[in-house]
């Protein structure tokens, strides 16, 4: 996918791939005034109009505007962007469902991206985003690093789920470590009261704490790997503190470590997925998991 702000303002989905005979057009961040195949130099605008196609015109009946970039359909929600590969997206509303109204007072459209992590898995999917909706393992996987933690769950319609996870300070930060960022202004009392780990089905978890929000993007890449890339994003006015370089290492250190313990365990899971092996039952506190696992056959009918 090409994601990009056209000439006029608005943003756009097209698929990365030439109109003529389907080379990737670009790659990585940033930023172009047209965008050229590296092929047979093809020029699209920006808002994907095909302009000029040299060599072309002995093509017969050859118009260049019947070739603009395949455009998909976009949503924005909270400074993200969500993009639909079906070309007659289902409402967009009947996917976020309640999320926007749950998470509206943490504000994400105006915090601050920062900075973000990647890792390569060698575990299926599912595993992780099940990892990512329960609290159960922490005591045993983090035991050194978070600790266990408390849950419970929150309300949630339409296709994500989550848990909260309990703590008046922030869980950004290792267990004993400082919690040195204020906490957004004006969270309701629950959102006081903890972080949540959500995930938008099927693999984006977005988390949101007092003091920051996080996401994690689960690609995968085969049935038994995984690309996950973190994000994290700050409240402006916390970015601008004179201590955020040196204090945000705190929670960069954090992100590192227990995603690793996470990802060995989910490695290790993988592997003891057996032909032989038969399901077990969930503990009451994997509740969302449960409600994952739940959505994943509904989704395969
Ligand atoms: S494939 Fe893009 S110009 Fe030929
Ligand atoms: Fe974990």
């Excluded at 769950?153 to 960022?181: M, Q, R, Y």
């Excluded at 449960?290 to 994943?296: A, D, G, Q």
């Amino acid at each position: 996918m090409i994601i990009i702000r056209g000439a006029d303002g608005g943003i756009r989905a097209f698929a990365n791939s030439c109109r003529h005979r389907g080379s990737q057009l670009l790659s990585g961040n940033g930023q172009c005034r047209r965008i050229v195949c590296p092929y047979h130099s093809w020029v699209y605008e920006t808002d994907g109009q095909l302009i000029r196609a040299p060599g072309m015109e002995a093509a017969a009946g050859f118009e260049p505007d019947d070739y603009p970039l395949l455009e998909f359909p976009l949503a924005s929600w909270g400074g993200f962007i969500f993009v639909c590969y079906e070309r007659e997206p289902p409402p967009f509303e009947n996917q976020i469902g309640n999320m926007p109204q749950m998470f509206d007072a943490h504000r994400t459209e105006s915090m601050k991206f920062v900075g973000s992590l990647e890792f390569e898995i060698r575990s299926n999917w599912k595993l992780l985003v099940e990892n990512a909706l329960e609290a159960y393992h922490t005591g045993s996987v983090h035991r050194d690093t978070l600790g266990q933690q408390e849950s419970r769950s929150i309300d949630s319609s339409e296709h994500w789920t989550g848990l909260l996870v309990e703590d008046e300070n922030s869980v950004a930060t290792l267990v004993g470590e400082d919690k040195p960022f204020p906490h957004i202004e004006g969270l309701g009392d629950e959102a006081k009261s903890g972080a949540y780990f959500t995930v938008l089905f099927p693999a984006t978890q977005f988390v949101f704490a007092q003091d920051c929000m996080w996401w994690l993007a689960f690609q995968p890449q085969a049935v038994d790997r995984t690309r996950l890339t973190i994000g994290a994003c700050f409240p402006r006015e916390t970015v601008e503190l004179d201590s955020f370089d040196e204090k945000v290492e705190l929670y960069f250190n954090r992100w590192k470590l227990a995603t690793a313990e996470d990802n060995r365990i989910c490695e290790l899971q993988q592997r003891g997925q057996v032909f032989a092996r038969e399901p077990g039952r969930f503990a009451a506190s994997e509740f969302a998991v449960h409600r994952f696992s739940n959505w994943v056959v509904e989704q395969l009918g």
